[in-house]
C-alpha cells in the first residue's frame, strides 16, 4: 500500500494518494507511518484541518509505540494549538 501512495504521489495524483492512504489508515489506524503519510499529503494539498488531525492521531500512535514523531507532524500539531491560542487570546479581548 505504501509504494502504490508513494507512486501516486510521484505521479502528481494527490487525490489517489491521498485516498489510499486514507482507505489504509482506516483499515489499520495504529499504524502511525501510515497515518504520518495521510497527514503530509493532505498538509501537502492544504488540506490543513484534516492534516492536523492526523497528524494528531499519527503522533498519538508513534508515542504510544515509544517512537519519536518526526518534527513535521510536531509542527503540524503545534500550527493548531498556537492558532487555538490565538483565537482565545482575540476572543478575550473582545470582551474587555
Not at 503530509?40 to 494528531?56: I, K, P, V
Request: hydrophobic share 45%; with cysteine.
Amino acid at each position: 500500500m505504501e509504494r502504490a501512495i508513494a507512486a501516486a504521489h510521484a505521479a502528481g495524483d494527490y487525490d489517489r494518494a491521498i485516498n489510499l492512504a486514507a482507505r489504509a489508515a482506516r483499515v489499520d489506524p495504529e499504524d502511525g507511518g501510515l497515518l504520518e503519510s495521510l497527514a503530509m499529503l493532505l498538509a501537502e494539498d492544504g488540506a490543513m484541518t484534516g492534516a492536523r488531525r492526523a497528524a494528531r492521531r499519527a503522533v498519538t500512535v508513534l508515542r504510544e509505540m515509544e517512537i519519536t514523531p518526526p518534527s513535521a507532524l510536531l509542527q503540524l500539531c503545534e500550527r493548531q494549538e498556537l492558532r487555538a491560542t490565538r483565537e482565545l487570546s482575540e476572543r478575550t479581548k473582545d470582551l474587555h
